[in-house]
């Protein structure tokens, strides 16, 4: 088989029986495929964070069927759409979900429109297209279903598109909107090494909002209870506290934009 498993992220929760569902849906079509759980804690309707984890997870894993649900406009007129990229396909609402993904593993090179209602579950539920919809696709196209037959082929540009992140940069100083805070509470910016480096060496002082830090390698960087300020692993910038919780210190959630400057600048 081309793929490795069906990677699976949702925002459902675990409290009901959504997820469980959508597996059995998964297994009654496909039952070689392994089932991975990217994760189904995604906040609920907050399509950027699950579009963020996605791509985050996706060259990782790849090449497999990714089925990402988080949908608020499900019944309406968003499309379904399944997207080619990288060895991958990736199915889901046309919400802005799919293309950083895409984006991780190299571009999509061909997409398709959800329209061939043979080939899902009926009669389909107007609220629950994972279950009737988007599981049924992907474990098909697992089972070796060509994407071409999955549905009306459409531009990979037409894909809806989330706002790209802000990201300001000057002399000594850098504003970057949060796009992650994780379970520890470290916080992960929209930019990379590049700006980093505007900010100086490892060990220089920097500001971040009103809280003194450091740039570092890693949370050891720092005494227990500093902040430092890094390239995480997935070449992001990142704040993190060590042994504690940066998003706490700073007083920013996802969406947030922060600013930084070397200590001593103007900017």
């Known amino acids: 088989m081309p793929f490795r498993s069906i990677a699976f992220l949702t925002d459902y929760g675990l409290d009901d029986a959504y997820v469980a569902i959508c597996r059995g849906v998964l297994l009654d079509l496909a039952p070689a495929a392994p089932v991975v759980d990217v994760t189904h804690l995604v906040p609920a309707q907050d399509v950027r964070r699950g579009a963020t984890v996605l791509a985050f997870a996706a060259p990782h894993l790849a090449p497999s069927v990714f089925v990402a649900v988080v ?9 379904g759409v399944a997207v080619a990229a990288g060895g991958s396909v990736l199915v889901g609402p046309d919400n802005g979900l799919p293309p950083a993904a895409a984006d991780a593993l190299g571009g999509g090179t061909e997409a398709v429109e959800l329209d061939r209602p043979e080939l899902h579950r009926q009669p ?6 994972g279950r ?7 474990a098909r196209l697992f089972a070796g279903l060509p994407l071409a037959e999955a549905g009306t082929p459409v531009d990979p540009a037409s894909l809806v598109r989330l706002p790209d992140p802000v990201v300001r940069h000057g002399d000594g100083w850098l504003e970057a909107e949060v796009v992650h805070v994780d379970r520890y509470g470290n916080v992960q910016l929209a930019t990379g090494a590049d700006d980093l480096a505007r900010l ?30 890094y390239l995480d692993s997935d070449g992001r910038v990142a704040a993190a506290v060590n042994q504690g919780r940066a998003d706490q210190l700073l007083g920013v959630r996802a969406g947030d934009v922060v600013r930084l400057r070397r200590s001593g600048s103007p900017g």
């Open 71 to 79: 949908d608020p406009g499900v019944g309406g007129d968003r499309r």
């Open 200 to 229: 100086g060496a490892p060990g220089g002082a920097i500001e971040m909002g009103d809280a003194s830090a450091l740039l570092g390698r890693h949370f050891g960087s720092v005494r227990v209870g500093e902040l430092v300020v």
């Open 124 to 129: 389909v539920s107007a609220t629950f297209h």
């Open 132 to 138: 009737d919809v988007f599981c049924p696709v992907a």
